[in-house]
Structure formats: C-alpha cells, structure tokens
C-alpha cells in the first residue's frame, strides 16, 4: 500500500477514541464495516490469552457490527444500567506499526490508555490492540479489532468506551 493509505489507517485509529470520547456514537459505528469483529479475549494466566472467541470465554466478543450498534443503542437510552451515568473517558493511542497484509487490508498496532470518571471514582484501563482497515467501496473501514486489556482487576463495568 501506498504512504496516503497508510496515513488513512493512522487517521481512523486515532479519531475512534475521539469519537467514543466526544459520544459520537453514529460517526464512531461509520467508522467499522458491516462484518466487522470487535474482541477482547480474557487471559487464562499471566502469559497466555484466549484464542478463540467461539469456545472460550471473552471480556466483550461480536463477531459483526450489529453487537456494536446494539450496545450503542443501550448506551443511548439508558437501557444499561451499569453504564448509567456515562463516564467522561479520554483516550490516548501511540501508533506501534502499520503494515500491508497479503489480502490488500492496513493492519494497525497500538498501545492504548483510557482515562475515565464516573461517580466520583477516577479508573484507567490500558493495553495493545490491533486494527485491521480494507477499502470498502469509497470508504476504508476497520474490519478486524482485537483489544487486550493488560490490567490484572477491572473495577468496574468494561465496556465499549473503556478501551
């Protein structure tokens, strides 16, 4: 791939912490193709994580987009309590690497952080997570997202805006 579509993938990783952070759920969602996976898998001990989101337990797994519009619309109506209030968030992405797979996709690796505030109560949850963008149409679009969530307790609800 060329240096431009290489900048377009950066670009899109970067703004999708923007966009949860800003509650721009409609400009965040545009931002995943139709079949795209959203995974975070679980450790199962200090060194070795799951592999398969189908048999073995995950933090978050949908294996398409529909699972992230249906959080989404959750979010937006209150239908999830755990999630009521909203936490102010900030995300912050360092870009690792960017390469060419062999299929013509953009595959982008990061470190993340995410600073949240809910209830009087400040959390952080960090880690690594890779993008995989293709060309879809005139749009290139994230189709692949595995998140791995280094901290060893979670304090409270782990949700889509907490990575």
């Known amino acids: 791939m060329n ?5 377009r993938a950066r670009q899109i990783v970067e703004l999708e912490g923007t966009l949860i952070d800003e509650r721009d759920w409609d400009k965040w969602l545009a ?17 070795t994580m799951t592999t398969d989101p189908q048999t073995q337990m995950s933090l978050i797994y949908y294996p398409d987009r529909s699972g992230l519009e249906d959080r989404v619309f959750r979010l937006r109506t209150e239908r999830s ?8 968030t900030c995300h ?6 960017i390469s060419d797979l062999a299929d013509g996709a953009i595959k982008v ?6 600073h949240s505030y809910r209830l009087g109560q400040a959390h952080s949850f960090f880690g690594r997570q890779s ?3 293709r060309q879809v149409g005139t749009e290139m679009l994230i189709v692949d997202r595995i998140i791995i969530v280094a901290n060893d307790i979670i304090p409270n609800v782990l949700d889509v805006y907490s990575v």
């Open 131 to 133: 993008h995989v963008l």
């Open 92 to 97: 912050m992405v360092s870009i690792g690497r």
């Open 31 to 47: 931002l995943y193709a139709a079949d795209a996976r959203y995974w975070l898998p679980c450790w199962l001990d200090e060194y």
């Open 81 to 88: 309590l755990a999630s009521t209030p909203l936490p102010r």
């Open 3 to 7: 240096a431009q579509f290489h900048e």
């Open 109 to 114: 690796d990061s470190s993340w952080t995410v």
